[in-house]
């Protein structure tokens, strides 16, 4: 019987095991992810990168790219509705990036990138976006090309098995699969059937990645028993808890769910702060932290009231002053 925790291959790129960071819009950046492979995460991929921006030369969108230094295999995904541009976008990320994994998204919902011909339009129209995949398998020569989708633009346009053939048929080396529509967004339900059914669809050709819905170790273990899945892929249930990859990885190997203890996640939430600000400058990386230590936070007794001084949060003594008095109340109350 095979192991619900196993190693995977991409292409020609092995991965120790199957528990995967999705890119996260405006949270995947080079601090989160380095504090999830440390919390476990066996594979990791960047927030989406425009490659029309890339081609343009934008410094900023080459930021997002940079690679942590736990990241020993990683992923950068890019966006874009014209292959000729895709395959210049990948050829810039090879150069400068020198990823192990090149990823597209056919998937994001969000108008501003569907009018650009990306995203979820690529998921509604098969050959677009085997044109695009095939150049960008052209242009990434050895270095694999993987694709994620929808599962279609609404409940009457399903076309999860055509995208998913489509990109296969160009090289695509694995396929992954956020089964919610364009028009869900990120509501309702995803329908894991739809996921069941394409690992069904590609017979072992290529691997398949399940999206949607996965927030505990128990969802990780269903989505891999129930659809056969080859990984499984945290998005919002990583979002101030990089912890999910502890606990599912032990899980997964013993059925045991381990407790991390409080102090512990502050301290941790301190160490994404400290490589945000190496990244970013403090103004920036204590703006952008409120959200995420307001996550780090939650379930801990008394946050809540917390919770209202980290959002006006500037620097990092600011932070150091909040945690001081959330840990001395959750202290306070154990006693």
Avoid at 134 to 162: C, F, M
Avoid at 269 to 281: C, R, V, Y
Wanted: net charge neutral; charged share 25%.
């Amino acid at each position: 019987m095979k192991q619900l925790y196993h190693p995977v291959k991409i292409g020609s790129v092995d991965i120790g095991g199957n528990l995967f960071l999705a890119p996260v819009a405006g949270y995947s950046d080079r601090a989160f992810r380095s504090i999830c492979r440390s919390c476990g995460a066996d594979f990791t991929y960047t927030e989406m990168v425009s490659a029309e921006a890339l081609v343009r030369g934008s410094e900023k969108t080459a930021e997002l790219m940079k690679r942590a230094e736990n990241e020993s295999v990683y992923a950068v995904q890019i966006f874009g509705g014209n292959p000729e541009t895709i395959a210049e976008a990948v050829k810039i990320v090879k150069k400068n990036a020198f990823p192990d994994v090149i990823d597209i998204n056919a998937g994001c919902p969000v108008p501003k990138i569907i009018k650009s011909g990306s995203g979820s339009a690529l998921t509604k129209e098969p050959d677009k976006l085997f044109q695009i995949v095939k150049a960008a398998a052209a242009a990434a020569e050895e270095t694999p090309v993987t694709v994620k989708i929808r599962s279609g633009w609404d409940n009457a346009h399903l076309t999860w098995k055509e995208a998913a053939l489509a990109a296969e048929e160009a090289g695509a080396s694995a396929i992954t699969l956020h089964a919610r529509t364009k028009a869900q967004g990120y509501e309702g339900k995803a329908d894991w059937n739809l996921l069941r059914l394409l690992v069904e669809t590609l017979k072992g050709r290529i691997p398949v990645f399940g999206s949607g819905d996965v927030f505990t170790p128990q969802d990780a273990k269903r989505m891999l028993e129930e659809t056969g899945c080859d990984a499984v892929m945290f998005a919002r249930g990583a979002m101030g808890n990089p912890f999910v990859f502890t606990k599912t990885k032990a899980f997964l190997q013993g059925g045991e769910i381990p407790v991390i203890p409080v102090e512990f996640r502050m301290k941790t939430a301190f160490q994404e702060l400290h490589m945000l600000i190496a990244d970013k400058g403090e103004a920036v990386a204590c703006r952008e932290m409120r959200k995420r230590f307001c996550c780090y936070s939650k379930g801990i007794p008394g946050a809540a009231v917390i919770r209202q001084s980290i959002v006006a949060a500037k620097t990092e003594k600011d932070y150091e002053i909040v945690v001081d008095k959330l840990l001395s109340a959750f202290i306070a109350e154990k006693e």
